[in-house]
């Protein structure tokens, strides 16, 4: 009886003690945490799913389920699943990827929904059926961070939609340590010139800390909105980098572009030009050709560390994307 009792403890000891289920825990621990960085901690915080229980999913059939659920909820996603469908993220939820989980052909739709995140997760080659990789429409208080989302540039420019598309009014949104990748359009930000009667007051938007790496256009585009871009870094923009329209006001800000063509910070294709306030950025021989806007860090209502455009080149790559 003495000997049982000792193995058991041991046992449970060694279980306790192991990589996986320590891995396990950690992310548990970090399903539970708010947005600290950015606009999604105004307008009352971004807490999403965690006053709520957690559960585990393994199939694309039980994210859905899970994600459709009424009260708060932390989902974790474990595995990889493959599918061709479309995740509806109800409001009160954390929707988070274990360590080496993906998710391939399923797309991300948060509509009329308030406190949602979406952190560590692997989101590939979404067909333009199941909309966006993410897309967030008439929602508040939503946190991305941690997530890896590409395509596939052999594809057809119109066979994908966009990576991460925000629109229709949608406030208080933070993309942070995000990883943008090998895909025609990065992320749109109003999503028509005709949109101002929804759009023109919402759309307070935070990009920090992410890292676009062969990405077309679209890094993002941008109408309406308020926008900080800060600690980002473009490496092989094919096209186009920070587009701002429709009397958009951007802040770019300790940031770097490498390897891309020439127009990183600019104003086309819009019936009203944009503005950016640009400070401390490497444009790496692009060129900054927005009007010069009114957006400045004085401003904002939050404090972000700026890393310096020195830095993020040797920092970005090595901390954005799936790496909780």
Known sequence: MKLHSFLATLLATVAVGSPLAARDEMVKRQAKEACSVGYCTQNGGTTGGASGETVTVSTVAALIAAAKRTEPLTIIVSGKLTGSDRVRPTSDKTIIGAAGSSITGVGFYVRRQKNVILRNLKIGMVDASNGDAIGIDESTNVWVDHCDL?????????????????????????????????????????????????????????????????????????????????????????????????????????STFANSAERAIFFADSKETGYAVVDDVQLGGSVNSAPKGTLTASKLPYKVTALGSANVARTIPGTAGQKL
């Open 150 to 254: 590409s395509g596939d540039l052999s594809a057809g420019k119109d066979d994908l939609d966009g990576l991460l598309d925000i629109s229709h009014g949608a406030d208080w949104v933070s993309v942070t340590n995000t990883y943008f990748h090998d895909h025609w359009k990065g992320s749109l930000i109003g999503h028509s010139d005709n949109n101002a009667s929804e759009d023109r007051g919402k759309l307070h938007i935070t990009y920090a800390n992410n890292y676009w790496k062969n990405v077309n256009s679209r890094q993002p585009l941008i109408r309406f909105a308020t926008v900080h871009i800060v600690n980002n870094y473009w490496d092989g923009m094919t096209l186009s980098g920070v587009n701002t329209r429709m009397g958009a006001q951007v802040l770019v800000q300790s």
